[in-house]
């Protein structure tokens, strides 16, 4: 009676003392209905499983920034030199942060809370431009792309904000500043007015009406400085709407486990035919 193995095994092939090396291909053809019978299991599970995940559509936003170093908007601001790559990333982290999620929540009427938003929202910093990229998930297309727009409108009103509350603090400054100067010129003034012919006073006077004036001009930029840079964003692009989902995905989900399961199926077989 001859021995026959369903999976297509030959008894020559057991094990025994003196195995020769089996070649791949012909191993693979002997076992080709089990190979097609687990890449097709393989397929349907992954198949199945993707229909299981929750309906997800992405939408995507960009924003150029404006760049700082042209502006000196902040205080001390001239005397640092912003390395531009590092502040694109700095923008990027605060672009995904509590208080634009905040602000983002107040813009969809308060239904998603800060921290879904934190989990459907992402940002990515462009190495090469000063360019952010605003990554938004949602149940709807609609939705994902109400997301990224907000997203990218409160992280413009929250540099806005700061850009305003730093220009008026460093204005608070110089206007305290140029406060000190003009008591000084006062007093130059009452003493020179005693000794008109005092060459110093007159300079020391004269050199507290420059340091006045340069108080007095720096306010001014530091006013149209903030003024133009306005939210820091050059140029925003709105997301379109997306065109399909991006999760699930069956089909490509059920060929990826096909794959895997033919490379799966394959190593077994190779394993049966060493035995």
Known sequence: MTWSDPWGRDPSEQEGPHRQPVEILPVLWRYRWMLLIIAVASAAAAYGLSLLQPTRFTATAQMILSDPRNAGVFRNESRIVIDPVRYVR????????????????????????????????????????????IVAEDPTAAGAKQLADAVGQAYQDQVQFEVQENAAASIAELTEAKAAVDVRVVAFDAEIARDPDNTSLQAERNAAV??????????????????????????????????????????????????LGLMGGGAYAWWLGER
Not at 101 to 112: F, K, N, Q, S
Not at 118 to 128: E, K
Not at 215 to 231: C, F, K, P
């Open 210 to 259: 420059a340091e006045g004036i340069t108080l007095e001009s720096r306010m001014n930029q530091i006013t149209v400085d903030a003024a133009l840079y306005g939210s820091g964003v050059q140029l925003f692009e709105p997301a379109d709407l997306p065109a399909g989902r991006s999760q699930p995905t069956p089909m490509r989900n059920a060929a990826l486990g096909g794959v």
């Open 90 to 133: 700095t923008q990027a982290e605060l672009a995904d942060s509590t208080p634009v999620l905040a602000r983002v929540a107040e813009m969809t009427g308060g239904v998603i809370s800060v921290d879904t938003l934190d989990a459907r929202i992402s940002t990515r910093a462009s190495r090469d431009l000063d360019l952010i990229t």
